[in-house]
């Protein structure tokens, strides 16, 4: 039901791209990628989801390259990206380095692979540390293209099989990035701080 009242089939695989369309998070090269491949333009439906300075740029890349499996669906709120997630099977963060600064910890990625979305991702800054290449989520070099279209050929190709990926990657989450870890993480640095300062004295 969710799938239909966006418009997408059952019969897809369905890519999302839930990122704030600004240079940096590089979603030009997730439409390259997909461009480039008959195989994906055939097997995919693309989920776009944000708004931003550079949506005038994509959606006339979308339109040159007759992207028809391509949607763009404007900025969303929490409750419809929760639907989006719910029936997507993969998730791309094709960040990039912009004046030598890269995505520290991505919110986009925490919040896909605690969805169980198998989580493409840049393989710089926060994202190389987040996810493990080949076990919770992939990698590939930034704005490389080229490679991003052969891993989500092969994940789409293949998408039975790569599903235990993302049951990984939400128990990972779980385990390092919940609420409640990071409480513990914080409780800990303050009551180190303090016993120190108590020492001290």
Known sequence: LIKTSLGVSEDFTIICCARRLVEKNGVIYLLKAISQSSFLKNEVICLIAGDGPELHNISD??????????????????????????????????????????EATSITALESMSCQLITVASEIGGLRQMISNGIDGFLFPEKNYIELSKILEEIVANIESYRSVGDTARLKVHQLYSNTIASRKYTHVFSSAIRESNNEN
């Open 61 to 102: 890349f979308v339109k040159s390259e007759k992207l028809e499996n391509v949607k763009i669906l404007g900025s969303q709120n929490s409750t419809e990206m929760l639907r989006i997630y719910q029936i997507s099977d993969i998730s791309v963060v094709p960040s990039i380095t912009i004046n030598g600064l890269q």
